[in-house]
T-cell receptor, first 116, second 112 residues
Framework: DAGVTQSPTHLIKTRGQHVTLRCSPISGHKSVSWYQQVLGQGPQFIFQYYEKEERGRGNFPDRFSARQFPNYSSELNVNALLLGDSALYLC???????????????FGPGTRLLVL | SQQGEEDPQALSIQEGENATMNCSYKTSINNLQWYRQNSGRGLVHLILIRSNEREKHSGRLRVTLDTSKKSSSLLITASRAADTASYFCATDERAAGNKLTFGGGTRVLVKP
């Protein structure tokens, strides 16, 4: 079975530009989460979506937005890029449960974004 | 902010030795999870341990959870060169809503 896929794998942008990152979850997974990982640090939670609705948001500015489509794929958008947005952006999908606890996350390979 | 803090930050061992790393957290959790990351790519789930569990095993991995001390440990027995990676703990905090909070990771080097 295909795992979580992300595109593109690498991206170079300049300050002030906009970027869209894409993620396809594992088939049957309805929950998608986005994380930012700066070099040398652990992943930082950005968003979680379930059934096209935002379920959780991390401590990121409004320049960051996301959405989930009917097929459960997701996009992460970042406007007005800053040098500090350079990072590995990870998408993860999971099987949701009625208790809404965070179950095992299945991560994609990530998109490495470099902002110049 | 990071809920889990791993200790040590880096660990270098010989193949065949055991590797132990610890994770401390601050607030009540639903579960704690351990992940491995090779060369800055995607994370791979290792073990999930729930707040009412004290120990879990998976192959050469052993995880313990002490909720009274708000800490967890990951033991890798009989380490191999392929175990070289960064290891992260992540907590599902009860009060934080729907997110996993990761620590800064332990970088493990297994020398052949």
């Amino acid at each position: 079975d295909a795992g979580v896929t992300q595109s593109p794998t690498h991206l170079i942008k300049t300050r002030g530009q906009h970027v869209t990152l894409r993620c396809s979850p594992i088939s049957g997974h309805k929950s998608v989460s986005w994380y930012q990982q700066v070099l040398g640090q652990g992943p930082q939670f950005i968003f979680q979506y379930y059934e096209k609705e935002e379920r959780g948001r991390g401590n990121f500015p409004d320049r960051f937005s996301a959405r989930q489509f009917p097929n459960y794929s997701s996009e992460l958008n970042v406007n007005a890029l800053l040098l500090g947005d350079s990072a590995l952006y990870l998408c993860a999908s999971s099987v949701d449960n009625k208790w809404r606890s965070q179950e095992t996350q299945y991560f994609g390979p990530g998109t490495r974004l470099l902002v110049l | 902010s990071q809920q889990g803090e791993e200790d040590p930050q880096a660990l270098s061992i010989q193949e065949g030795e055991n590797a132990t790393m610890n994770c401390s957290y601050k607030t009540s959790i639903n579960n704690l999870q351990w992940y491995r990351q090779n060369s800055g790519r995607g994370l791979v789930h290792l073990i999930l341990i729930r707040s009412n569990e004290r120990e879990k095993h998976s192959g050469r991995l052993r995880v313990t959870l002490d909720t009274s001390k708000k800490s967890s440990s990951l033991l890798i027995t009989a380490s191999r060169a392929a175990d070289t990676a960064s290891y992260f703990c992540a907590t599902d905090e009860r009060a934080a809503g729907n997110k996993l909070t990761f620590g800064g990771g332990t970088r493990v080097l297994v020398k052949p």
